[in-house]
C-alpha cells in the first residue's frame, strides 16, 4: 500500500522549518506534521493537544505528546523553550486569538500559522448570491456545528500582526489542493484569491528599521 499523500500546507511547513529544530505544534491533532517534521527534519518535536483520542494516536506513533488547551496552556510554558510553534488551521477556533499568537511568539523564535480566508471569493460569491454563511473546502461545516469562532480575511490577519509588532518573514497561498504558493498577503488581489494563508512569523526586534514587507516574498 503505497503512503497517504502529504497535505499541501504540511509540505510547506516542511519547507520552512530548519531541520534539527525543537518544534511545539499546538493542537497536533494525531500528530501526522508532527511525525513527518520528526521523521524528515530530524526536529525535536512536542505536542499539544485537547482530545484525549489525539494524544491516543500520537502516543501510538511514538510522539511526544501533552494533554492540554491551547487557550490556557501555552501560558505554562517557558519562554524561549522551541525554535518554531505551529498552529495550523486552529487559530479560528482558539476564544482569544490574539493572546494565542502572543504566546506563540514567546515561547519560539517564529511561529507558523495559517488561517482560512473569510475575505476569498468564494466566500464572498456565496454570501452575495446565496445570503447565506458559505461552505468551502478552507470551511466545511455548517455554520451551526463549526468549530471556527473568529473567522478573518488575510488582511484582518495582518492587521492583527501589525498590532502586536510581529513580522511576517514569508507567506504562502492554499487554493484548491494547489502547491503553496509564495504571496506577499498585503495586496488586495491575494486577500481575494486564496483559500488559506500560511505564515512564518517573528518578533520585530526594532520596527523602525525591519526590513520592507515586500523584499520577503517569491
Not at 25 to 46: A, F, H, I, S, W
Not at 69 to 96: C, N, V, W
Not at 103 to 127: C, H, M, T
Request: charged fraction near 25%; proline fraction near 6%; include cysteine.
Amino acid at each position: 500500500m503505497s503512503p497517504a499523500p502529504v497535505r499541501e500546507d504540511f509540505r510547506e511547513i516542511l519547507r520552512l522549518v530548519r531541520p534539527g529544530s525543537r518544534v511545539l505544534d499546538v493542537g497536533c491533532g494525531e500528530g501526522e506534521l508532527l511525525e513527518l517534521l520528526t521523521r524528515e527534519k530530524g526536529c525535536d518535536g512536542q505536542g499539544l493537544e485537547i482530545s484525549t483520542k489525539g494524544v491516543s494516536a500520537c502516543l501510538a506513533r511514538g510522539l511526544a505528546v501533552v494533554q492540554g488547551d491551547g487557550d490556557r496552556d501555552l501560558d505554562h510554558f517557558p519562554t524561549q523553550a522551541f525554535d518554531y510553534a505551529i498552529l495550523s488551521k486552529t487559530l479560528q477556533q482558539m476564544r482569544e486569538p490574539k493572546h494565542v499568537l502572543s504566546e506563540l511568539l514567546r515561547i519560539a523564535d517564529k511561529a507558523v500559522v495559517s488561517v482560512p480566508n473569510f475575505g476569498q471569493w468564494r466566500v464572498r460569491w456565496a454570501l452575495l448570491a446565496k445570503g447565506r454563511m458559505p461552505e468551502t473546502k478552507a470551511l466545511p461545516d455548517p455554520w451551526y456545528s463549526t468549530l471556527n469562532i473568529h473567522l478573518c480575511t488575510l488582511h484582518d490577519f495582518t492587521a492583527l500582526c501589525d498590532d502586536l509588532n510581529l513580522r511576517i518573514d514569508a507567506c504562502a497561498a492554499l487554493s484548491n489542493g494547489k502547491p503553496a504558493r509564495p504571496i506577499d498577503p498585503t495586496r488586495a488581489i491575494e486577500n481575494w484569491r486564496a483559500e488559506t494563508g500560511l505564515f512564518l512569523l517573528s518578533r520585530k526586534s526594532d520596527p523602525t528599521t525591519a526590513a520592507p514587507r515586500q523584499d520577503l516574498f517569491g
